[in-house]
Structures are given as C-alpha cells and as structure tokens.
C-alpha cells in the first residue's frame, strides 16, 4: 500500500489533531493558492523556531495539503515506521548507491501527487549558507520550487507562487529571497542570511 493510499493510526490522528488545535488556538490564519499539479519542493525557512513545525503543520493543514518529509531510513522501524509514514516521512537509505537527490527524484517520478518540504538550512541556529540539494532536486525531478512561508508578527502564513528553476541558482535564489522579505519569523536575527549563498552538497 502506497502512501497515498494509507490510512494514519488513530495515534498519528490524535497526533495531528492536537498540533493543529494549539494552531488554531493560537489564531494562525492560512493564505495562498497550492499550486496544480501538487508535485513541488516545498521550502521550509526561515527555520528559527520549534513553533514552526506546529505552525508549518496547522497552516498545511487548512490549506489541505500533507506534504512529505526526508529522514533516514533507520528511522522506519518498528516501533516508529508507522508514525513516521502516517505523518509523511520518506526513507532515504544513505547507504544506497543513490545519493539522496537521486532517491527523491525517483519518488518524484514514482508518485502522482508528491509535495516533498525541505528546510535547506538543516538547523535553527544562524548559517552561512543553505544546502543546495533542495534545489538539484526540484531541477532532477523537473517540478517546481514554492516558498512556505510563516509571518509571526501578523500570525499568518501559507504558500508563494511557485518558482521554477532555471539551472541558474542565484537568480532563482533572488526570487526566494524577495517572496521571504516580505514576512518575519519568530526570530528575526536568525532570519535569511544565507538565501543567496550557495552551499556545496
């Protein structure tokens, strides 16, 4: 059975169901159009918060997407594999002969409806430049980049028109760039440094 065809635990429901409540109890609003067909890098940044997986997760939901997410393979075990599928995880087996851009364009490529979010920075704290793989996947897999944004001060967020890449990295990096200005994450000073520096993978 394919992701797309599972049915989550009714523990990976309740799961779920409690992030978006505390989303919503917070007074989050979704705005944005989920670009058709629904097969795209979704960027996850600025990422300066734990508050931003439950906000990500609340503004997804009532835009009525379940965008998937990479985590290494040894994740998908008993007790956790389940849990892990239900909340859109995608194995990726670093010991494959396949790097893992090659394993997500293939998963691209295998999948009907496939929204693969990425957080090109890796980590909350500052950088001093993204990791590019994010971007050799949506060119390998010939779909478009859509920035996902969260604006703290206006408790607002949702999806940017989509971006498709054009092989010339910093100029596509500049549109990101302009989308990610205009919102304020929950700490500024860690916001987008290094959107236009460029990280070799």
Known sequence: MSFEERKPSWISR?????????????GWRAHGVVPEPRKFVLIA????????????????????????FMAKSSLFRWPWKNFMLDMGGVPVDRSSSKNYVQQMVDEFQRRTEFMLTIAPEGTRDTVKAWKTGFYHIAVGAGVPLVVGMMD?????????????PTGDY????????????????????????????????
Do not use: C, Q
């Open 45 to 68: 940044a600025p990422h300066t918060s734990n508050w931003d997986f439950v906000y990500f997760l609340g503004l997804t939901d009532e835009l009525g997407i379940r965008p998937h």
């Open 152 to 164: 703290y001060p206006s408790k607002s967020g949702g999806l940017g028109p989509a971006i498709w």
């Open 14 to 26: 309740l799961f779920r169901k409690a992030l978006v409540g505390i989303y919503r109890r917070h």
């Open 170 to 201: 910093k100029a596509d990096m500049a549109k990101v760039a302009e989308i990610y200005a205009k919102v304020t994450p929950k700490h500024p000073a860690k916001g987008m440094t290094a959107v236009l520096a460029k990280d070799e993978e």
